[in-house]
């Protein structure tokens, strides 16, 4: 509910900021009408805090007209085009594990796409699984700014309803989904490694305690359910090319003026260096069992031979063996490679978790009940310094 109190002074800063039309000034004072969705633009431009919104307990909240599954599409510079942008791949991955819950809730699932302009993802987003994609387009959404997207994803929301809604927990999502369940009053889960469906409502699994158990968490009571999702944790789906997600446009009004913070310049810095950890298909990985610099030199050396780049267990870091740019796990870079080589690492819950989803793991560790052995698919129990050596042999014999 919102209501305008008598200490509005006419001065109309609210009505232009309404992303719906939905305020008009009528005898030197502020009118919401209908199409209001709460979205709490004109809350934040009143400058004499004369807009208040209520909202209900969320005990006494009606839930029972939120439905379907939300993926928020998030973008970013294509190296080819820089006139069009490309969808950033962890979205995929989230209308990857949307569809399957989608499914399991019998609903849709939808992409939600702020841009400047319609670029034609239609198909891109149809394939992995998208029923419908979400368009806004406006001039105001060429690059991100928080306040500006947190008030259309609020918009769309309210007057949509979703069941849940998913995010990338990249910078931009780490920054737009906290906003966003602030002001909609709902519950927030960050950084989740699994996502199911418990009883019609979203089963949300992140890592606890600094990564020694796993926590799963309910929203009963507050929609919709969100949660931010680490790159390259959840699987992608084999793409359905042909199917098309129908484009629902959505006409948002976007005043620049609800900018709290402009960019007057933008330099951007491109990396020379070789291919990101995020982005490797091949990664050879030490940890602590590595115990030089120079020894760790021989998976260097490997990773060149397989084509691949060099990862490195927290413990192997924190001992100066690597920097850490080159650091797997919770407190480091989440990796889905094809091949994951990993030596003297004993695998604590924090590397695994930033690891376990590649297609193949092979562990090589002295001690046979490492926990990393859990999750290999293929284990060599025996000293990572007289194997690697040898696997450098026979691959250059080859």
Not at 72 to 94: G, Q
Not at 120 to 132: M, P, Q, S, T, V
Not at 181 to 192: H, M, Q, R
Request: charged share 25%; proline share 5%.
């Amino acid at each position: 509910m919102i209501n305008v109190s008598p200490k509005c002074i006419g001065c109309n800063k609210c009505v232009p900021v309404c992303p719906f039309a939905a305020i008009q000034l009528i005898d030197k004072k502020a009118v919401i009408n209908e199409a209001c969705t709460l979205c709490g633009a004109c809350v934040q431009i009143c400058p004499v805090s004369a807009i208040e919104i209520t909202r209900e307990e969320a005990s006494a909240r009606d839930l029972s007209g939120y439905k379907g599954v939300w993926v928020f599409v998030e973008l970013m510079e294509s190296p080819d085009d820089a006139k069009r942008p490309r969808i950033k791949p962890v979205t995929f991955e989230l209308l990857s594990v949307g569809r399957r819950l989608a499914d399991e809730l019998g609903e849709e699932l939808s992409a939600v796409l702020l841009t400047d302009k319609n670029y034609g993802f239609e198909k891109e987003l149809g394939a992995y699984g998208a029923d419908k994609m979400y368009l806004a387009e406006n001039p105001e959404l060429y690059e991100y700014n928080t306040d500006i997207f947190a008030t259309a994803i609020i918009a769309l929301v309210n007057k949509h309803k979703p069941a849940a809604m998913l995010y990338g927990a990249t910078i931009m999502g780490r920054d737009l989904a906290p906003r966003v369940a602030s002001c909609l009053y709902t519950g927030l889960t960050a950084d989740c490694t699994a996502l199911a469906i418990k009883d019609g409502l979203l089963l949300q699994s992140r890592p606890a305690f600094g990564g020694n158990i796993m926590a799963d968490i309910l929203s009963p009571n507050s929609r919709p359910q969100m949660a931010t999702v680490r790159p390259n944790v959840m699987k992608l789906a084999e793409p359905i090319y042909g199917k098309v997600a129908m484009t629902v446009r959505e006409d948002i009004k976007i005043d620049k003026n609800l900018r709290r913070v402009k960019v007057l310049e933008r330099h951007l810095t491109r990396d020379k260096g070789g291919v990101k950890i995020e982005d490797a298909k091949i990664i050879v990985s030490g940890g602590r069992g590595m115990k030089t610099k120079e020894k760790f030199k021989v998976l260097e050396e490997l990773s060149r031979l397989l084509g691949g780049v060099v990862g490195a267990s927290r413990a192997a870091v924190d001992l100066g063996l690597k920097d850490k740019s080159h650091q797997v796990g919770q407190s480091g870079a989440t990796v889905s490679p094809k091949l994951y080589l990993s030596f003297g690492i004993s695998g604590a819950v924090q590397h695994i978790v930033g690891m376990k989803s590649s297609d193949v793991i092979v562990a090589v560790n002295k001690d046979p009940n490492a926990p990393i052995f859990g999750v290999a698919k293929y284990g060599v129990v025996g000293d990572a310094h007289e194997i690697a050596p040898k696997l450098i042999e026979a691959l250059k014999k080859k």
